[in-house]
């Protein structure tokens, strides 16, 4: 993962908050980040988030999620676009994360969404991450 990304370093913290069995994890705010975790949310791997508000831009409060059993409901997180090498697929071209185990979030001229989602309404877009 680019370090230099905002988008990588929220997974980064994440990866970490997993590694370690933490609760939570505070991540800087912006809309997109929002827009990832609202995902995140919907498809089962974390289980909420908020937002708090300071005086700069915002904090994301992320809850992890984990199995009965402590293990951790994310495996890995993998950036497939950085900001020095932008990754394009059409809706045809959009391959399935582990059998569909997993998921690719991409940024499509509609907004955010599952790579699932990207190939039932025929769109493509910026791959922006892969998550399983």
């Not at 370690?20 to 988030?49: A, W």
């Amino acid at each position: 993962m680019a370090i230099n990304s905002p988008i990588s370093d929220m997974f980064v913290r994440i990866k970490n908050a997993n590694q370690r069995k933490k609760d939570k994890v505070d991540i800087p705010s912006s809309k997109l980040k929002e827009e990832i975790l609202k995902i995140l949310k919907d498809e089962g791997f974390i289980s909420n988030y908020k937002v708090i508000s300071d005086r700069k831009q915002g904090i994301l409060r992320v809850y992890m999620k984990y199995s009965p059993e402590g293990e951790s409901v994310i495996r890995d997180v993998k950036c497939i676009s950085t900001p020095g090498r932008r990754c394009y697929r059409k809706s045809t071209k959009i391959n399935k994360v582990f059998r569909g185990m997993g998921i690719s979030i991409i940024s499509t001229p509609k907004g955010l969404m599952t790579d699932s989602k990207c190939r039932e309404l025929k769109m493509g877009g910026e791959v922006i991450c892969s998550i399983w």
